[in-house]
């Protein structure tokens, strides 16, 4: 058995849609040929705004740092010349004191009472010579009447010459004793400022034990050990410059002294130099930064935020003039020391160069900029 199905009729709808197909194909293709209807290229970043500054040779010392020691070219310590108990202290760390001011005083009963027992014994031998030259005076009329000996006259006279030798010595130690009486009180050697004061009232002082300090800051010493691979270079005149913890400068000083042998436990080299008049936070035995400056000549340098450091590489970006814009580029320098905020640049750029010195986290190569 054969199954018939029924042909569907075709509607006006279908026919007219397939017919309007090729005009809507046709009219998008004359839109798309339409001039100025084809996409560009997206539009490209506005330029970054950049600090730019141009290099230009200046003057570039050639440095080297260093740790100095301040040290006063006056400043005493201050010990005993006799042993005792400390009995008063006069001054107190940091007060400023006359040449001759008293310091400290040490009990001194024991060398009283042994000035006053020589005094004593000098009392009896002044009384001695006193007889002996009564006794030499009368011997001596008796031997030229002739009623004594010469014999007991020579003998008087020895007594005499014996006894004015023991009053003699009795006077130099009489002497000796009140001089050393002196020194129980000790007084300040030189003007100055009193440092620290280790000893107290009560303590037993020998003389060996330090007193105080009396130092003077208004000559300062500055002290540099200069590597011995250096040496060849020092001279006197060189200029040493003592910098603050932030590295600004403080005051400077030529060198005056090269020592004329190595340190042979630092294998370094001594160089000194004289301060006059330093500024007041400069202080004996204080370290302080110190730059030694070796020569200045005409050199190129670079602010340090300009410049990056790539796996051990150092660049910068450089504006370039390109389509009537700017453009940073990336290039590879080189450097030397660092001089307060800047590079010396040993190679890379030349005189004229602008440098890009702010926004440098913004761009990348090729990058346009502008300035800001």
């Known amino acids: 058995m054969t199954l018939v199905f029924p042909r569907r009729p075709r509607r006006p709808l279908d026919r007219l849609s397939r017919a309007a197909i090729p ?165 300040s050697p030189q003007p100055g400022i009193v440092g620290d004061v280790p000893v107290r009232e009560g303590d037993r002082v020998t003389k060996t034990t330090v007193i105080t300090t009396i130092t003077q800051n208004d000559t300062l010493e500055a002290l540099i050990q200069v590597p011995i691979e250096r040496a060849p270079e020092l001279r006197m005149g060189l200029t040493i410059q003592l910098l603050d913890p932030q590295g600004q400068l403080v005051t400077s000083t030529p060198v005056s002294f090269v020592a004329p042998r190595v340190d042979e436990s630092t294998q370094s080299v001594l160089v000194k130099g004289v301060l006059k008049d330093p500024p007041a936070r400069l202080r004996s035995q204080q370290f302080a930064k110190a730059r030694l400056i070796w020569s200045t000549v005409q050199g190129l340098t670079i602010p340090v935020v300009a410049v990056s450091r790539i796996s051990g590489q150092y660049f910068c970006f450089v504006a370039e003039s390109q389509s009537g814009g700017l453009v940073a580029r990336q290039k590879p320098i080189q450097v030397g020391e660092v001089l307060v905020d800047d590079y010396i640049l040993k190679g890379g750029l030349k005189a004229g160069d602008r440098v890009v010195v702010s926004g440098i986290q913004k761009i990348g190569d090729g990058a346009p900029i502008k300035a800001q």
Not at 131 to 138: E, G
Not at 140 to 154: M, N, P
């Open 23 to 187: 005009v809507v194909v046709l009219m998008v293709a004359q839109a798309c040929n339409r001039p100025g209807a084809q996409p560009g290229p997206p539009p490209g970043p506005p330029p970054t705004a950049v600090g730019l500054l141009t290099l230009a040779e200046k003057p570039v010392e050639r440095t080297s740092e260093f740790i100095a020691t301040l040290r006063s070219l006056r400043s005493t310590t201050v010990q005993p010349d006799v042993e005792g108990l400390l009995t008063r202290i006069f001054v107190k760390s940091g007060d400023r004191v006359a040449t001759g001011a008293p310091l400290v005083q040490i009990d001194p009963d024991r060398q009283i009472a042994a000035v006053n027992s020589t005094e004593a014994n000098r009392s009896g031998a002044e009384a001695d010579v006193q007889y002996w030259k009564q006794q030499v005076k009368r011997l001596e009329a008796l031997v030229a009447a002739g009623a004594i000996s010469r014999a007991e006259y020579d003998q008087a006279e020895a007594s005499l010459k014996n006894a004015e030798a023991k009053l003699a010595t009795l006077d130099a130690q009489v002497k000796e004793g009140r001089v050393q009486l002196q020194y129980y009180r000790v007084v």
